[in-house]
């Protein structure tokens, strides 16, 4: 049984769950080996999985690559259909899955809620928009021919999905593959594998055919995505995670020209203007930098606020950031909890001391809570400077850097600075501010007076190194699907 006690005690339906290692979508392991999943709050054993490798990847390669031409020839809506009964089982399972998500990632319950309930959100727009794949006809130069554009399913697809999402980023990547007529294999990270293994169990129950998802669990990548890139069978790779890893991913597809859809690191700007809505701002900054523990690839990793508003924002911020709780995500109080490991501590405490050694201040917060787990107090730094380590790295925890400007129309050049592109925020209420602020941000996604924007609806994905493709809306569906022109003469 791969479920522990501590994890089987918070489920409503633990039977559907407790075999999550002997699911058909998994495959059989080669090996005896195992790798054991820990609760960041708490420290419990929670499961203990196979750890899997390039061989069982390659079956399920093998599996996923038999049964793509039959899930492709099925009519859009018998695709439909079955993305539909997955989505209703997510709905129907929800608590369950968001105390899986909460268990083995750490973030608050009420966190994990929403996340699930966006996860099935992606399932449901995938499920609609299986049935809107159009193609084209085009006026031909000539009176012999007629020229056409169909839309084709790229193949099998491998996806790679990150800790800091491990239920929405399963749904954003792989029901549009599905939508599309694709076949996918799944690596999710290794921390927190088991609510995908859970999502799968359910995608068993809504009647896939064999081989069209397949779930690969592994205590490190590197096997599996030397594989999921190097196997010719694999038409396309979908990964979530560091810029770093996928520079890795690009250079291993290259020998294939293998298709890739990457979403990777950012280091947002979160712009507060004179003309801003300082209260809204406020709780803006708190969503876009707190959310999730600052664990979000498009968290605000800086702050830039204008010099007249500077001080009003930093007072109310930092009074709303003390009064965030910290602690495990099972306590309703809690706003905020752990991060993932060791790593992510180490490194919150680096830019602080980085910031502090080169003239920063530390507001609130700064420091480690408890001797044990990987808890961090939300942290507020004043007088930062550009050149400081964060305003230039991407922190990926709960440290709010502000940086002070003057000058309008310099700030927007400086946020452009950085290689990332992913997400950028600003508050503003003059139009022509807005206006020109939005089009000269470098940025995939823009938040104009909101802190959030993430949707099924909308295209999700970043520019310069945060990225290729997209993923959400009509144009994640056209990143798993082949273009063919069709030519048909003598007519
Ligand atoms: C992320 O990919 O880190 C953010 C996902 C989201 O905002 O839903």
């Not at 490798?53 to 390669?61: D, K, L, P, V, Y």
């Not at 699930?116 to 299986?130: D, K, M, T």
């Not at 007072?315 to 495990?328: A, I, M, N, P, T």
Request: charged share 25%.
């Amino acid at each position: 049984m791969p479920l522990c006690p501590p994890l089987i005690r918070h489920l409503n339906t633990p039977d559907l769950f407790v075999t999550i290692d002997r699911l058909p979508c998994l495959g059989t392991p080669v090996s005896d080996r195992t790798f054991e999943i820990f609760n960041p709050s708490t420290g419990e054993l929670l499961a203990e999985l196979p750890d899997m490798g390039a061989e069982e990847t390659r079956a399920a390669i093998g599996k996923a690559h038999v049964a793509q031409p039959e899930w492709a020839a099925l009519t859009a809506r018998e695709r439909s259909d079955i993305l539909w009964r997955w989505h209703q089982l997510i709905v129907d399972h929800a608590d369950d899955l968001a105390a899986i998500l909460t268990a083995e990632m750490g973030k608050p319950l009420a966190e994990a809620k929403s996340e699930v309930s966006h996860a099935a959100a992606y399932l449901q727009w995938y499920a609609e928009e299986a049935n809107r794949i159009y193609g084209e006809t085009i006026s031909a130069p000539s009176t012999d021919r007629r020229m056409l554009v169909i839309k084709q399913p790229i193949g099998v697809v491998g996806t790679i999905t990150p800790w800091n999402f491990p239920a929405s980023m399963v749904a954003r990547k792989i029901s549009p593959a599905l939508a599309a007529g694709c076949t996918i294999v799944l690596k999710p990270a290794e921390q927190t594998p088991l609510v995908a293994g859970a999502m799968f169990a359910l995608a068993d129950k809504a009647g896939f055919p064999e081989g069209v998802v397949n779930l690969v669990f592994a205590s490190e990548g590197d096997a599996v995505g030397r594989e999921l890139c190097s196997n010719p069978k694999v038409r396309k790779i979908s990964f979530t995670g560091s810029t770093e890893v996928g520079r890795l991913l690009m250079r291993q597809c290259s020998d294939q020209i293998k298709k890739l859809s990457l979403e990777l690191g950012g280091n947002a700007p979160f712009i507060v203007f004179d003309d801003a809505d300082i209260d809204a701002a406020v709780d803006g900054a708190i969503q876009a930098k707190f959310r999730n523990a600052g664990q979000t690839c498009v968290s605000a990793n800086r702050l830039y606020v204008q010099a007249s508003v500077h001080d009003r924002f930093v007072d109310e911020f930092v009074e709303k950031v003390r009064r965030l709780s910290v602690g495990d995500g099972f306590d309703p109080a809690v706003a905020i909890g752990p991060l993932i490991d060791r790593h992510a501590l180490a490194k919150i405490e680096s830019h602080i001391a980085d910031a502090v050694a080169k003239g920063g201040a530390v507001r609130c917060g700064g420091n480690r809570i408890g001797k044990e787990g990987t808890l961090f107090q939300p942290t507020v730094l004043t007088d930062i400077s550009c050149e400081m380590a964060v305003a230039r790295e991407e922190t990926f925890g709960p440290l709010a850097p502000i940086i002070h400007f003057e000058d309008a129309d310099r700030i927007v050049h400086e946020a452009n600075d950085t290689i990332y592109g992913l997400a950028a925020y600003f508050y503003a209420s003059n139009l022509k501010r807005v206006w020109r602020v939005a089009e000269a941000l470098e940025y995939g996604m823009v938040g104009i007076n909101t802190g959030r924007m993430s949707s099924e609806a909308a295209p999700f994905g970043g520019i310069k190194q945060s990225g290729i493709g997209r993923e959400g809306s009509r144009h994640g569906l056209e990143d798993y699907l082949e273009m063919k022109y069709l030519c048909m003469g003598g007519l």
